[in-house]
């Protein structure tokens, strides 16, 4: 039987590291400030002191850099995690992710792995602005050949950190900072959660909530305000956006017959719009009423904690959506 412990999300995400590192060789970290705690948080406390700077790479300012140094030790049989304090820099870093490694199994015939994690974190709010505050995730889960996962529970931090890294080809792994001291209790042992499977965290008959990340949390918070008002709201975590559990999605809106999306990405051509897209294709007889989304507008993030207030979404916005299609 296994034993459990309450752990943080960012500490879930710092143990799987740990096991990890300590059971193949092969896995290795690099990034900026992985040695920082202002930078990764407590995500790779202890790391450097157990594994030496030939494993914890602290690397200068240079994302493609770092990156494409990353994808060519993959190539070369290693299992590099590449972490990015910032997601909104992962900009820099498109060509070797992008135009190498997601094309790289696939251009050699499946003959070459190139089992690399691609870690990105999110950092929003305190009036960081527009150039600070992106989620990059709807980009990322358009390209074949990454696979793009979004924990919003420390159980799943750890879980799919340690997925992703046995997983033989790219995967992008975006955890949100807003995340890091929700606690729960996470088992001590190396596990997996699946890449490509969702989980109902809340079961529910009026009304289907599909959210990823952090807007899980605020949708379960949505869910138990709710239900005081008689409404029973499912609420399906994601868990991973590229590839999409399809047949979750479909299955709770056959029995829900309403659907309302919540993502923390902008609104045109993102995660939202692909859900939504799939179930006006596939299960539009089961609705009910149409589908809403709730979505950052199409707007750049403001430096103001007042517009603050207005840009981000909660779990009032999603209250006031699920409230209008019933």
Known sequence: ??????????????????????????????????????????????????????????????????????????????????????????????????????NWYYMNGGKLPVPVVFWGIINRGGEQAAQHSQSLHGMFAQVPGLKVVMPATPYDAKGLMIAAIREPNPVVFIDDRWLYKLEEPVPEEIYEVEIGRGNVVRPGNDVTVVASSFMVQESIKAAEMLVKEGINVEVVDLRTIKPLDENLILASVQKTGRLVVVDGGWRTCGLAAEVSALVSERAFGALKAPVVRITLPDCPAPASAILENAYYRTSTDIIRAVKSIL
């Open 1 to 102: 039987m296994s034993s459990h412990r309450k752990l943080s999300y960012s500490l879930a995400i710092n143990e799987a590291l740990h096991q990890t590192m300590a059971a193949d060789p092969s896995v290795f970290l690099i990034g900026q400030g992985v040695k920082s705690p202002w930078y990764v948080g407590d995500t790779a406390q202890g790391l450097l002191e157990r594994f030496g700077t030939d494993r914890v790479i602290d690397t200068p300012v240079s994302e493609n850099a770092m990156t494409g140094a990353a994808v060519g030790a993959a190539l070369a049989g290693m299992k590099p995690v590449v972490v990015h304090p910032r997601v909104d820099f992962m900009f820099y870093a498109f060509d070797p992710i992008i135009n190498e490694a997601a």
